[in-house]
């Protein structure tokens, strides 16, 4: 969702958050939704949908041996049991999953497309500069892959700067 804010008064750029994030509240999965999602199976279709910077459960059929990713940059996957894979989006984009058993054999082969997160964020857009939100249910800037840069480059920054003080307390 996307709104464009005009001129740079706190006051517009409050009143555009408020409004994104009353309107992204209708897009919001059902609450249980997660809960009842014991985690994808891997092998019953052509094609696994991940969201970036989130990791998704997935079970395979027979116990892997071997686990293959075309392009780790998009997507990480950690083997927690022999049936039992963690994906985790990293970045924007279409890869591919393969899994092997102990024999060599394929037990699966799946596309895998990392997408981006749409729940509570609102996209700010000042001419060709991009920002995101996320909004829930106040909205803070976040880092997101085709944001401004100088914008991004700061909050990484910020995060680090922060980061560094605890671990300067804890010395």
Do not use: W
Request: glycine share 8%.
């Amino acid at each position: 969702m996307a709104f464009p804010v005009f001129g740079s008064s706190i006051g517009q750029f409050s009143k555009y958050c408020a409004i994104a994030a009353v309107l992204s509240v209708a897009h919001l999965a059902p609450s249980g939704a997660l809960a009842s999602d014991p985690g994808s199976v891997l092998g019953e279709s052509t094609s696994l949908k991940i969201t970036i910077d989130r990791a998704k459960v997935v079970r395979i059929a027979k116990t892997a041996d071997t686990v293959i990713v075309g392009n780790p940059s998009i997507v990480d996957a950690t083997i927690q049991d022999g049936r039992t894979i963690i994906l985790t989006g990293r970045s924007f984009g279409v890869t591919n999953l393969i899994v092997l058993d102990v024999n060599g054999s394929p037990i699966v082969d799946e596309t895998i497309t990392v997408q981006g997160h749409e729940v509570n964020t609102v996209r700010i857009y000042r001419r060709a500069v991009r920002e995101t939100m996320a909004c829930d249910p106040v909205c803070e800037p976040t880092l997101t892959i085709g944001d401004d840069g100088k914008l991004f480059n700061n909050a990484i920054g910020q995060i680090n700067s922060r980061n560094a003080l605890s671990k300067d307390a804890t010395q």
